[in-house]
């Protein structure tokens, strides 16, 4: 059973920076997409960026490009989201979500849609505020 694991979530200062971690277990081959997500309150499930880690090929949100990094170490057992230049519009609950994907090809198109991922965590809070 794949599962997934946030952390890392905290309080930082507008312009400060923040490291989030996935862990990740179960997985039966490298054939997965692992994602970002949050969400803030009254607002819907937002795709932040993800990663293919059968060959490390990334995709972000217009919103994040050049602020947030997605990486997997070399055991694709963690998924770290570096998140940087921090904004009070990016807080929310972060999420790491999974998927089986042997053609991630055809998930390149629709990898910030919430329905495509089989496997969630539970959320970590990011908060930036002064």
């Known amino acids: 059973q794949v599962q997934v694991v946030e952390s890392g979530g905290a309080l930082v200062h507008p312009g400060g920076s923040l490291r989030l971690a996935c862990a990740v277990s179960g997985l039966t081959s490298d054939y997965y997409v692992i994602a970002w997500f949050r969400q803030a309150p009254g607002k819907e499930r937002e795709g932040v960026g993800c990663?293919?880690?059968?060959?490390?090929?990334?995709h972000y949100a217009d919103s994040v490009k050049g602020r947030f990094t997605i990486s997997s170490d070399n055991a694709k057992s963690a998924v770290s989201l570096e998140m940087s230049n921090l904004d009070p519009m990016d807080t929310a609950v972060y999420y790491c979500?999974?998927?089986?994907?042997?053609?991630?090809?055809?998930?390149?198109?629709?990898?910030?849609?919430?329905?495509?991922?089989?496997?969630w965590g539970q959320g970590t809070q990011v908060t930036v505020s002064s």
């Open positions: 979500a999974a998927v089986f994907a042997p053609r991630a090809d055809l998930l390149a198109k629709n990898w910030a849609l919430a329905r495509e991922y089989d496997y």
């Open positions: 990663i293919d880690l059968s060959d490390g090929a990334t």
